[in-house]
């Protein structure tokens, strides 16, 4: 059986009460499942190098989170299959963000628009997108 907790909607699950931020991370460690976000972009070229090199980064922090990146055409469906803890919309697809915003609204998914200064495959960059993760998933 799979087990999505949804710490917007569930305040209990299991018999545990989870308060949001401190608990989310908590709760995937004791199930040992690994909390996901995934980045649309244009073509899903630039955000697959940020994906991994963010990955990596959150890794090295012992935070065991993994990005994943994926183009805008295919954006709405993975929204719609809620497979994600978190979206983010790259600054290049920002003019889809009320579409994306929406979808991921009707499956209680957060979302956020990524800061230009948080997608630059250099060390300030990854460290700024991995704090927009780590804000955003808990």
């Excluded at 989170?65 to 719609?80: F, Y």
């Amino acid at each position: 059986m799979v087990f999505r907790f949804n710490p917007e909607k569930d305040k209990m699950a299991f018999g545990n009460v989870f308060i949001y931020n401190k608990s989310v991370n908590l709760f995937y460690k004791e199930k040992n499942l690994m909390a996901k976000a995934l980045i649309i972009c244009a073509a899903g070229m630039s955000s697959s190098l940020m994906a991994k090199k963010t990955t990596e980064f959150l890794k090295n922090k012992g935070e065991d989170i993994e990005v994943d990146a994926i183009s805008a055409t295919e954006g709405g469906k993975a929204i719609a299959a809620a497979d994600f803890d978190l979206y983010l919309i790259s600054p290049q697809t920002k003019m889809y963000y009320k579409q994306f915003e929406e979808a991921a609204a009707k499956v209680g998914k957060p979302i956020a628009q990524i800061p230009p200064q948080a997608y630059i495959p250099i060390p300030m960059g990854i460290e700024k997108m991995a704090s927009l993760i780590k804000e955003n998933i808990g």
